[in-house]
């Protein structure tokens, strides 16, 4: 049973550009939620995707960007790329169930570098 | 600033002693707790979680204790492993916020020999 798959693992871009980060969900699940890590600190949320609609998002500008395609998986956009973008970005599948509350499931993640 | 914090960045441990690693969250209406694990270089592994109208949950070799009347999560681990070495993570959800996952910056547990 595959867990939550990330691509690429790794990434290089310069400023200005734009990129691209997919994700496809653990068996099962059908929501999908993107995080920013820094070096050191914990993640933060970005944004959340189910029944292929943002529901939710967290303190990131407009230039980050997503999506969620038919079968779950999902794509994180983020353009006019800047220094600060440099992160590990993760992906967490979870299922939401009308119970409450499940445990979202983390990719290894894409480590972003931006020169 | 952050609501969920930990009390100390390191910890050092013997392998084969337990270890108890802290947190504290400040909003009263955060209702869903989880603890990660992560590894260099992976991403955070769920280790367990605990609703809030629990204040004790047990897994293998591992035990949250929530205390709501004093906003306090904890995670025990019993006879650390050197492979239990790792960054440890709390995250909370709030009941009023949707599903967004907020995590503190961590705790890192080193095991020795």
């Known amino acids: 049973d595959a867990g939550v798959t990330q691509s690429p693992t790794h990434l290089i871009k310069t400023r200005g550009q734009q990129v691209t980060l997919r994700c496809s969900p653990k068996s099962g699940h059908d929501t999908v939620s993107w995080y920013q890590q820094a070096l050191g600190q914990g993640p933060q949320f970005i944004f959340q995707?189910?029944?292929?609609?943002?529901?939710q998002r967290g303190n990131f500008p407009d230039r980050f960007s997503g999506h969620q395609f038919p079968n779950y998986s999902s794509e994180l956009n983020v353009n006019a790329l800047l220094l600060g973008d440099s992160a590990l970005y993760l992906c967490a599948s979870s299922l939401t169930s009308p119970r409450g509350n499940q445990p979202q499931h983390f990719g290894d993640g894409t480590r972003l570098s931006i020169l | 600033g952050e609501s969920v914090g930990l009390h100390l960045p390191t910890l050092s441990v013997q392998e084969g002693d337990n270890s108890i690693i802290n947190c504290a969250y400040s909003?009263?209406?955060?209702?869903?707790f989880i603890w990660y694990k992560q590894e260099s270089g992976k991403g955070p592994q769920f280790i367990i979680d605990i609703r809030s109208n629990m204040d004790k949950r047990q897994g293998q070799r591992v035990t949250v204790l929530l205390n709501k009347t004093v906003k306090h999560l904890s995670l025990q681990i019993a006879a650390t492993q050197p492979g239990d070495s790792a960054v440890y993570f709390c995250?909370?959800?709030?009941?009023?916020?949707?599903?967004?996952?907020?995590f503190g910056k961590g705790t890192s547990l080193l095991v020795t020999p």
């Open positions: 909003n009263s209406a955060s209702d869903y």
């Open positions: 995707y189910y029944e292929e609609e943002e529901r």
């Open positions: 995250a909370e959800n709030l009941s009023n916020s949707g599903y967004a996952l907020n």
